[in-house]
């Protein structure tokens, strides 16, 4: 994809009591976001296992960051059952934030 993208990460706490904690400190979701569009073509997150990062990823995928985080929050209430779901979200929050700050500074 070249130029045409931009990686962006945000960042939240855990939970205490998950498996991820005993690797990480802080969840961390990841996404390869189209420059222009803002739309999430890739993503993950430090879950402890690889299907529950699948998962978060196919959530994630085709929504637009300039059109807010609300929906994709929604997608991750009512889809993810972990006990990770506050600091997905509160990652997601962050990483929206960094894709902000990336677009004004253009």
């Known amino acids: 994809m070249g130029n045409k993208t931009i ?31 803002g739309v999430i073509l890739d993503a993950s997150c430090t879950l402890a296992t690889e299907h529950g990062r699948n998962f978060i990823g196919t959530l994630l995928k085709g929504y637009s960051l300039k059109d807010g985080i609300e929906e994709p929050i929604k997608s991750i209430q009512n889809h993810y059952r972990g006990k990770a779901t506050n600091a997905i979200v509160a990652g997601l929050k962050d990483l929206h934030l960094q894709f902000i700050q990336i677009k004004q500074g253009e």
């Open 7 to 37: 990686f962006i990460a945000g960042h939240a706490r855990l939970p205490q009591g998950m498996a991820a904690k005993s690797l990480f400190e802080t969840l961390t979701v990841t996404a390869e976001v189209d420059k222009k569009y």
